[in-house]
């Protein structure tokens, strides 16, 4: 049996090839909808992609597997757990939907559905035996987002992502059944689960790419309820982290279907005047001195998807400051996201005509010396804002900026800090071009403060 792992760093997301190596059939396992890498894989290991399944309609990133099917010609396998609200949509004609108790074939290996619910309705797990190896016994599990390490799938999105009133707490008492499942495995069973460190998913996922379900059972939080369903619900929907906007539009557009990708030829032009949807892609010390008003400073980096997610309007074309070299993995990467239309790229050289906004900051040596009786904006998580905050601080999320009412006049000093820096320096944008005229970032964060305070 041959088996690869692929893990995008981008949305600390995890997907799989297993491939029988006598038959050379392949079968990739949540895949993203950029194919390319497991193309190029299957093509060095002289493997057919055969077929192509998921654990679940994913929300976190736009799923590969209608392209599979159109590119490669792949199978396709999903579930038909669940209620009718989560079914998929616009499926080809010769998809295979599964219950509990299925089993995908791929040469000699077996890969037997088990429905746990909990995430989402429809969610299950794929239990592999290699049966090529001789082997009568499963030798893992690919959980998804039921189980990760260290954790177990958030029960809330749902709710708070596509607004479905109280599915939360129906998803917590299926979590707990679900988990009842895994006693019937050994504790050689491996891992492989859907998201590491990072993601939304969960709110304390492990950054270690696999694991073992007996290790899970003696150092995972969620397995050490044994019966008492009450206390593991109250813990599970406690503090889970806010999802990323961009959420509700993923589970839209995973269930119903995207156009399938390609990349193609973005406008490179610094003259025209800058308008409408603008991501500046500059670092944010560059950003601060000199920026356009309205652009929202998103620097590319490992963290840039799960920021951008916040403020992307999926119905408008977006323009974007960075270097032209970028055109093609920048589509690639807002694909993987369900975001198809970048209309434009302004070169770096080129956006200094256009700058006609700055921003100020200042050291947390500096702001604790004046802070006592200041605006303070704190844009940190809700569960960071409630462990330690300033007395006058307002909290808001720096992702709902441009959704809340933000109690300040526009013209007040406002004093803006997150936890290191980061998220604040992009809330500046948000700010500004919202017409806060006198904002200040907090260098260093919360973390900067306190460590100036004591």
């Not at 954790?151 to 599915?167: I, Y």
């Not at 119903?256 to 490179?268: A, D, R």
Request: charged share 25%; proline share 4%.
């Amino acid at each position: 049996m041959y088996f690869k792992q692929f893990f995008d760093s981008k949305l600390a997301q995890t997907s799989y090839m297993i491939a029988c190596q006598k038959t050379n059939e392949a079968i990739i396992i949540d895949p993203k909808r950029v194919l390319d890498e497991y193309k190029e894989v299957a093509d060095a290991e002289g493997f057919t992609i055969k077929y192509a399944t998921e654990t679940h309609i994913h929300a976190d990133f736009a799923s590969g597997l209608r392209d599979a099917n159109r590119k490669f010609g792949a199978q396709l396998f999903v579930s038909d757990e669940g209620d009718e609200n989560w079914k998929y949509d616009n499926m080809p004609e010769d998809t295979k939907y599964l219950k509990e108790g299925d089993v995908i074939t791929v040469g000699h290996i077996e890969l037997k559905v088990l429905h746990t619910p909990g995430h989402t309705p429809e969610s299950i797990s794929f239990i592999l035996t290699d049966h090529g190896g001789g082997s009568k016994e499963p030798m893992g599990i690919f959980s998804g987002d039921f189980l990760f390490v260290g954790d177990v799938g958030r029960p809330d999105l749902l709710e708070e992502a596509a607004q479905l009133k109280g599915t939360t707490e129906i998803g917590a008492n299926q979590m707990f059944e679900s988990i009842q499942k895994l006693n019937d495995y050994p504790d050689f069973l491996q891992v492989w689960p859907g998201h590491g460190a990072g993601s939304a998913c969960g709110k304390s996922l492990g950054a270690v790419p696999l694991s073992t379900l007996g290790y899970e059972r003696k150092n995972n939080w969620a397995l050490q309820f044994g019966d008492d369903k009450a206390s593991f619900i109250k813990e599970l929907t406690s503090d889970q982290p806010e999802p990323p906007t961009y959420f509700a539009q993923m589970k839209k557009v995973n269930k119903l279907g995207l156009p399938e990708f390609n990349t193609k030829e973005v406008s490179v032009d610094s003259d025209t005047v800058l308008e409408g949807q603008i991501l500046d892609l500059r670092d944010r010390e560059t950003f601060r001195k000199g920026f356009v008003n309205g652009s929202i400073n998103v620097p590319y980096n490992d963290k840039f998807l799960q920021f951008v997610g916040w403020y992307l309007d999926y119905n408008q074309p977006l323009t974007v400051i960075a270097d032209e070299e970028l055109s093609e993995t920048l589509q690639e990467d807002l694909a993987s996201i369900g975001y198809d239309h970048l209309e434009r790229i302004v070169p770096i050289h080129g956006v200094s005509k256009f700058e006609n906004d700055s921003y100020q900051s200042i050291e947390p040596a500096e702001f604790t010396k004046v802070y006592i009786d200041k605006r303070i904006l704190d844009v940190r998580t809700m569960n960071e804002y409630k462990n330690d905050h300033l007395d006058n601080a307002v909290h808001i999320h720096f992702g709902h900026l441009d959704k809340k009412e933000i109690p300040f006049s526009k013209d007040d000093e406002i004093y803006v800090h997150c936890q290191s820096g980061v998220r604040s320096a992009i809330a500046m944008g948000v700010l500004k071009a919202q017409g806060f005229t006198n904002v200040i970032n907090v260098n260093k964060g919360f973390l900067g403060i306190k460590a100036s305070i004591q």
